[in-house]
Structures are given as structure tokens and as C-alpha cells.
């Protein structure tokens, strides 16, 4: 994939640490930490600050480019796969796993506060092992 007219089409300025964080997470359709991305990018012999991932991730978030999922109050991941869809949690492993959206229904929606709309529904669906 080109990194470089992706970041460009999103109004990104494709630097040389923003386009090695696109490498790794967007890659392919995966679940990363903050945390995961810079040890991938360790591996690769990436200098990138820790800084540097958190602002990258958070401008990948606010184009559109990936969906931040707030597992916990101090858990954060980033998925890839940045189109509407639902995730299972697993508590003992930390896998993500996704759902497609069609595969959960709702036979009845609550009311929305008054002048608000529905923007977007989003499940986490939090298992464990037996």
C-alpha cells in the first residue's frame, strides 16, 4: 500500500515517523496498543517516540483512518479496520476480536436526550476463557 498518498488524501503530512506508524498499523485489519506500535516499530530499528505515536494515533483517529477503542480507563486500542463493526474483548488474553455489524440486532433502541441524533452504535462484547 502507498502510506504516502494515503496520508496525502487524508490531509496528512506523510513524515518519515507518521508514514513507519501507517506501515505498522495499517498494514492489515488488526487491534494495537500505543504501546504494541512501538515495540513493533522497536523491532524494525524505529527511533519514533512514544510522543509521537500517542499524536499520530490520535490524527489517524480524528481523519478517519483507524477507530480507537476505550476497552478500559486504562486500556486504549486502535483498530484498523476504521468501518462500522462490533468487537468481542476477551479479559483473560486481551484479544480483540471483531463482529461484523450486521450480526447484532436491536429490536428496540432507547430514546436519545433531547436535541441529539444517533451518530454511530458501537458494541464491546467482554468474555473470558472457560
Keep these: ?18 508514514l513507519e506508524i501507517a506501515s505498522i498499523l495499517l ?11 512501538l515495540i513493533l ?16 494515533l490520535k490524527l489517524f ?3 478517519g483512518l483507524v477507530r480507537e477503542l476505550n476497552i478500559d480507563s486504562a ?4 483498530d484498523s479496520a476504521a468501518y462500522t463493526h ?14 461484523p455489524k450486521d450480526e447484532i440486532n436491536f429490536d428496540a ?6 436535541g441529539t441524533k444517533k451518530d454511530d452504535i458501537e458494541i464491546l462484547i467482554k468474555i473470558r476463557q472457560k
Excluded at 109 to 114: E, G, K, Q
Aim: net charge positive; aromatic share 12%.
Design 41 to 56: 516499530l522497536r523491532r524494525q530499528g524505529s527511533k519514533v517516540s512514544k510522543a509521537t505515536i500517542y499524536n499520530t
Design 1 to 18: 500500500m502507498n502510506y504516502k498518498s494515503l496520508l496525502k488524501k487524508e490531509g496528512i503530512s506523510p513524515t518519515k515517523q507518521r
Design 27 to 37: 498494514d492489515k485489519p488488526q487491534h494495537l496498543s500505543a504501546d504494541q506500535v
Design 61 to 63: 483517529k480524528l481523519s
Design 109 to 114: 433502541f432507547p430514546s436519545l436526550p433531547y
Design 86 to 99: 462490533h468487537h468481542f474483548y476477551n479479559i483473560d488474553t486481551f484479544e480483540v476480536i471483531d463482529i
Design 75 to 78: 486500556r486504549t486500542i486502535y
